[in-house]
């Protein structure tokens, strides 16, 4: 687990890393091309400044060390992903990441490879020139325009939760917009000026043998250069493609139907129990108990495909013995298909036989436990009412970053909580659960630099998100029985926070959540671990720093379908 961590955190550094070199490279272009808007001698002093940090062998290893380590990793985010379906930011993003190689393949071929072969002079003027009475022009300014902003919103994604940018932000969406804009002025300027000297009598030739322009063989050895680099790209990315598609088609390969008695008919992958499966794809099917077989109101008909489920395990075949089931009946809850079925449910979501909603109210919703980590140390030499004091501004910090996505707090447990996500249904539930723990990510960073401020210690936490069906119900005596709720959901949120402790890690938020919410994680990152008082593992992902959590999550491209990732070694806790 460590090691997919580690391995996760490697790729985000150097994306992160490789991204501001070339940021910083279209920064020094986009001035080089805007002193234009000064003189031709300044355009050339601000390029020779240039060359001086990209213009020798170290700089230009690592100018292409970083451009390749960025589109090395869009390709690899291409043929990694689980789905395509993502949201705007996102496809932004991988789109702009994918678009820039293509221009960018001709601006290397004549800026650094037409000089070592042919000594073209790759002055700013010699090159502006060459493209000028040409739609290619506007086509490299283009690409230097998506190059700014693809880095200036991997800078501002990058630099958001520090307490000093969001001051800086009015200034540098100033900057983000001067810059490509003086640089458009200057490229007018200089280009318009150029071309009277080159299209005035006797000066064309002149100034093509000034540049050192090759003739028309050595022309077509460039646009043969760039077809290679261009179609060796374009390869690439197909492969990239391709292995998104066949790994999708092998999970494909791997799925079932389950048809219910009103024609509903869901595709799915192997491994959750049918109780889970109804629940995650919004279908009503009664589970009084949260699905830990100790009731019978789950209890399905099979009437097709019965061959092909495992026998019952002892505690069903119990529980169904005692209700005196016929052979056809299983309880949702314990088996987990692994070829299709068609079933029909024995308490109907509608009808004379549905629990009575006395008995309390049954709901799939997520569930939030969160705890600070060290408190009782750090409160040792606390007075009583310092720690009131701190636990008071703490929550103030996180608590409405829950009652915000619609959440609320079910109960305070000194210095944690339980945070319940009631919606009107278990996607929306579970959307809501995933937001409110990634603000509560930023909150805590806020509130963290708030206590350094005064000189304090930061604070820590764990957190765990599961989801589930469970009892929402009065329970108690007649003249005192205070709203709670029961599940075996409860118990899996608070092993999960408690084993964040262990794993070092802010939050573990369970791939249940993922898949109610339309959403996936990295493959690598999920793990399989066996919880003390939960029947089965729980797939999870652990989160180092919550306020990342948005970073690593991409939407679900098929609703009707779901998926799930590969689990990695059983961990007990």
């Avoid at 990793?73 to 991988?94: F, P």
């Avoid at 509608?350 to 969160?370: N, P, Y």
Wanted: proline residues 5%.
């Amino acid at each position: 687990m460590a090691q997919a961590l580690w391995r996760g955190d490697l790729i985000q550094r150097s994306r992160t890393v490789s991204g501001i070199f070339l940021l910083a490279y279209a920064f020094l272009h986009f001035l080089n091309i805007a002193a234009g808007l000064v003189s031709p001698d300044f355009m050339h002093q601000v390029q020779e400044f240039r060359r001086l940090l990209t213009g020798h062998p170290p700089g230009q290893i690592v100018l292409f060390s970083a451009l390749f380590t960025h589109v090395a990793l869009a390709l690899w985010q291409v043929a990694s992903r689980r789905t395509l379906r993502m949201s705007l930011a996102q496809a932004l993003q991988l789109f702009l990441g994918l678009a820039i190689p293509f221009q960018l393949i001709q601006h290397l071929v004549y800026t650094s490879y037409a000089p070592g072969r042919f000594g073209l002079d790759d002055d700013m003027t010699s090159i502006i020139l060459l493209m000028w009475n040409s739609p290619e022009v506007w086509h490299q300014y283009l690409l230097l325009l998506v190059v700014w902003v693809h880095g200036c919103i991997g800078l501002h994604m990058w630099l958001r939760l520090t307490n000093w940018w969001s001051k800086l932000v009015p200034y540098m969406i100033g900057l983000a917009v001067a810059v490509p804009a003086f640089a458009l002025a200057g490229l007018l300027t200089e280009g318009r000026r150029i071309w009277m000297l080159y299209t005035a009598p006797d000066s064309a030739q002149a100034i093509r043998n000034n540049f050192n322009w090759p003739d028309r063989e050595g022309f077509a050895q460039l646009a043969s250069s760039y077809n290679i680099g261009f179609w060796v790209f374009v390869t690439l990315l197909g492969m990239a493609i391709a292995s998104y598609y066949l790994r999708r088609f092998l999970r494909k390969r791997k799925s079932l139907q389950i048809r219910y008695e009103n024609g509903t008919e869901i595709t799915i992958e192997h491994g959750l129990t049918l109780l889970e499966i109804s629940q995650l794809n919004g279908i009503p099917h009664t589970s009084l108990c949260g699905g830990k077989g100790r009731c019978t109101t789950c209890r399905i008909e099979v009437t097709k495909g019965q061959e092909d489920l495992p026998p019952p395990s002892s505690a069903e075949a119990r529980t169904l013995k005692a209700i005196k089931a016929r052979d056809n009946v299983r309880l949702a809850c314990q088996i987990r298909p692994t070829a299709s079925l068609s079933i029909q449910r024995v308490y109907q979501p509608k009808g004379k036989r549905q629990v009575h909603s006395a008995q309390g109210v049954e709901k799939t919703i997520a569930v939030l436990f969160l705890d600070i980590r060290g408190f009782t140390s750090r409160s040792a030499g606390l007075l009583p009412y310092d720690i009131v004091f701190l636990l008071n501004r703490f929550f103030d910090a996180i608590v409405p970053e829950i009652t915000k996505t619609g959440g609320t707090v079910d109960k305070y447990m000194g210095d944690g909580l339980l945070a319940l996500f009631e919606m009107d249904n278990p996607e929306h539930s579970a959307l809501a659960g995933i937001t409110a723990v990634g603000n509560i990510g930023v909150a805590l960073a806020r509130f963290n630099r708030l206590l350094a401020s005064e000189g304090e210690d930061p604070v820590r936490i764990g957190m765990g998100l599961h989801t589930g069906t469970v009892v929402l119900g009065e329970i108690g005596t007649n003249d005192n029985a205070p709203r709670t709720l029961i599940g075996a959901a409860v118990n899996a949120a608070s092993r999960l926070e408690s084993k964040t402790k262990e794993l070092g890690v802010e939050l573990l938020i369970s791939d249940q959540v993922l898949q109610a919410a339309g959403m996936v994680a990295p493959a690598e990152m999920l793990q399989d671990f066996e919880l003390r008082g939960v029947d089965h593992p729980v797939c999870a992902l652990p989160v180092r720093q919550a306020s990342t959590l948005d970073s690593l999550l991409s939407m679900q491209s098929d609703p009707d379908v779901t998926t799930f990732a590969p689990i990695g070694a059983s961990q007990k806790g």
